[in-house]
């Protein structure tokens, strides 16, 4: 697809006219944290193409914390009349996440209307990573740390502006409706991308050196579901779900009906593995009473099911996970315990 | 989106469980198996097996056990005949009723899993001639927890069915066995174990306590299907709840065979 450059006030530019008739969100760093922000046009932001990913995981845009989804009684269908928004600067691990979902949400024989609507709505644009955390694990999933796929544009930070690169036709409508004339990228801005990209991705593949393992994670909870390595991180894990909550493939939701005024609403609200009540029954009965069985259940869901299921594992490296983590479990130190302790 | 279907007649099975006959606006197509999300409006909804004949077309029956603390099922304890209720559904998948033709049907029913059961048994009588023969072991706590009395009682002199019942702990009233329901389990109860088919639905404590008695007796472990009762919130295989191993409940369930499951420890605890 063809690639372009833009100098940092042509991107400006080109946020500002988006901005004028759609929603765009961008990440920029408060509290010493990268959020994703809403672009008004009145309001200088700049967004941080540059460095790894915001603390909310796109699923957030898609499939709501919260919200109505549907209002009964009533004869009519699901009608979706919000403006398609623009995500400007979603790195590799939140793409992942998309086609992770779509999997569930838009792939299967009941598909879920408001994230089919808003995906087909939605302009995404990916961004190269850089500067990676110490918790960025995507190689060790086989991913790289730049836009691979899903992507409708994806722009990469070189000396004095951006390349960028056209994914889809929705992509080079948005840059057209962007109203600048972009150049062609050069040879030697296309080179810089690439030295930019080998480099993160060498970063990432030496901080992960001592978390490689040498069978797939796949493998590893598929044949070390009884390990005792779980053991020492379920009387850690406080089930507080923060894990869950950020995760970019986490999808659980419960529904539940409420009155207001004559008509009932039927509220969608998310939901996480890791609480008592998940898996509770008429009579009281719960299939993962322990914790144990709940602490593992988050790695059957993305490492056995998801690849029985969809063939790919649902997660995608981002380490969101490790970081939220209030007892500090890492992932990738609980699958590397679960192989020693299979090959000792 | 529910629909709404209007309430025809609740009946008391006992203390904690009333049976609902549904006549919902549009016609529910089922087959025995599958469940139904059944609710009041504003309230709620919750995934109930179907305990009537599929061979009824305009209307169902689901049975409500009374939950502690159970909005929707003490909402559905309240309603009246002629109430409305909202119904979305059938979910999941059935039991595969012409591959049990011309073979022994070996149906276990334990407490309130007797729901689905009783559509299963219910297919079963209404062609009986096309089965081998319908076996039925049905154990409930108490002479008065148990479900159908009537229809049981009718089924004790109906030549087409061999039932038997226990209870956990017995009354005075009561003249069967006493004991719980892998008591009444006999292997002299099938003729030929390699092709006949055990069909059953009850708490995992029973299906845990029954799995290592049905090998015994020869039924091979793809002719085992259990109905499996998860906590579904949407029944489209979009919420992650009722996941057990590589299955969702609401959609490749909720009748497993036990070559299906056996691996996963969730099916079972």
Known sequence: MATYFAAPSELTKMLDTWAQDRPVYVPVSRAGHRHWSKVTPDTEINPELDGIRAVEPLKIFYFRAKECVATYPSTTEFVDDEPGFVLFGAKNCDLRGLECLDETFAKGDIKDPFWVSRREKAVVIGADCSSPAPTCFCTLLGLMPYPQSSFDVSVAVVSDGVVVEIGTDKGKNLIEAGGVELREATDEQLAERERNRQETRSQVEEQNRQYETTHSFQELVESGYESPAWNKYVGRCREDAACLAVCPTCHCFVLYDQKVGDKNERIRVWDFCYSRGYTRVGGGHSARATGNDRFKNKYVKKFQFYPAKFDMVACTGCGRCIEACLAGIDMRQVLRDVEESESA | ?269
């Open chain 2, 1 to 269: 989106m529910p629909i709404e279907a209007e309430i025809l007649d609740i009946v008391d099975e006992n203390s904690a469980i009333k049976t609902y006959v549904l006549k919902p606006k549009e016609p529910l197509v089922f087959k025995p198996g599958h469940f139904v999300m059944v609710g009041m409006p504003g309230v709620g909804e919750s995934p109930f097996g179907v305990s009537s004949s599929c061979f009824e077309k305009d209307k169902f029956a689901i049975s409500v056990q009374i939950q502690p603390r159970g909005k929707n099922t003490t909402a559905l304890h309240t309603a009246k005949p002629g109430d409305t209720a909202l119904v979305r559904g059938p979910f999941g998948n059935s039991y595969p009723m012409d591959y049990y033709k011309g073979r022994e049907v070996y149906v276990v029913g334990g407490g309130v899993g007797m729901a689905p059961m009783r559509s299963v048994l219910l297919a079963l009588l209404h062609e009986s001639d096309q089965y081998k023969s319908i076996v039925l072991r049905y154990g409930a706590r108490n002479p008065e927890l148990r479900m159908y009395k009537d229809l049981c009682l009718s089924w004790e002199t109906d030549k087409r069915i061999d039932a038997v019942y226990t209870v956990d702990v017995a009354d005075e009233s009561w003249q069967h066995n006493v004991g719980v329901v892998t008591s009444i389990m006999k292997p002299e109860d099938i003729k030929d174990v390699q092709n006949a088919v055990a069909v059953a639905c009850g708490p995992p404590i029973m299906l845990r306590f029954m799995v290592p008695l049905l090998l015994k007796m020869g039924f091979k472990p793809e002719h085992m299907y259990f109905s499996m009762e998860k906590n579904m919130s949407c029944g489209m295989g979009l919420c992650g709840h009722c996941r057990i191993g590589t299955y969702y409940v609401c959609k490749d369930g909720p009748v497993f065979t036990y070559d299906q499951i056996r691996d996963f420890p969730d099916a079972w605890s």
